[in-house]
């Protein structure tokens, strides 16, 4: 039983690893090193193999990990994760997601979340890039999304007492694991507080990919 258990597991990584593309490794040894925690071109490829990559500066009172993952959903996409392994409560977020565009060319999306999970966690970065035929990165500055901020999400007539409750508490970030690009308010303190609730349209709203830019689509709660 555990033997069929581990040819299991053993079967759906190795599936899991080839269902993701290659073209979304290339852009992430691609992609400019301040877009990437300033990693190496060495150290990507061997977080690529699966390992972990920890900073020569690590000591006993920090130690940071850096790891790479991807998606079960999206073919095309990537995140690679900043943790500390001793204790302390920061952590952050790199994902890589490609968009197919009606030229042929692949839109990147490089997003970059931080902070404290749950305290201060927020959007830090979001930018596009084009990666063509030519395998090459080229900064894309055609606005792909409309305006987004925490009132999108509040009802009209809104307090201002709630509003900004609402926005001391938000940690609004992109989500680019999933087959539909998500955005978040990240609390679950707002999505389960009934008073804050009943002012919202939803703490989470879904963007579809369409010809060649992202449409405001469905919104609800998560929770």
């Known amino acids: 039983m555990k033997k069929m258990i581990l040819v299991f597991i053993s079967t759906f990584i190795y599936f899991i690893s080839n269902a993701q593309s290659e073209m979304i490794k290339d852009v992430f040894r691609r992609l400019p090193t301040y877009k990437a925690y300033k ?3 060495t150290t990507r490829d061997s977080m690529l193999e699966g390992k972990t990559y920890y900073p020569a500066d690590n000591d006993s009172n920090e ?3 850096y790891n ?3 998606s079960v959903f999206v073919k095309d996409y990537l995140y690679v994760s900043m943790s500390f392994e001793t204790g302390q409560r920061a952590t952050g977020m790199i994902e890589i997601r490609s968009f197919k565009m009606r030229n042929g060319n692949n839109m990147i999306l490089v997003s970059q979340t931080g902070g404290v999970p749950g305290i201060a966690y ?3 970065d979001l930018e596009a890039f084009i990666y063509g035929e030519s395998k090459t990165l080229t900064l894309y500055r055609k606005k792909i999304l409309p305006e ?6 509040m009802k009209s007539g ?3 007492s709630v509003r900004k409750v609402i926005l001391s508490n938000s940690n609004l970030t992109f989500d680019l694991s999933n087959e539909k690009l998500l ?6 303190y707002i999505s389960t507080n009934k008073e804050l609730r009943k002012w919202l349209k939803g703490d ?5 990919w369409i010809k060649d830019h992202f449409v405001m689509g469905k919104m609800e709660f998560q929770y």
């Open 68 to 70: 790479y993952g991807q």
């Open 183 to 188: 955005l978040s308010l990240g609390s679950s």
């Open 204 to 208: 989470t709203v879904y963007f579809d």
């Open 122 to 124: 927020s959007q830090q």
């Open 63 to 65: 130690t940071v990990a």
């Open 158 to 160: 809104i307090p201002d």
């Open 148 to 153: 987004t901020d925490e009132s999108m999400f």
């Open 39 to 41: 990693l190496t071109l």
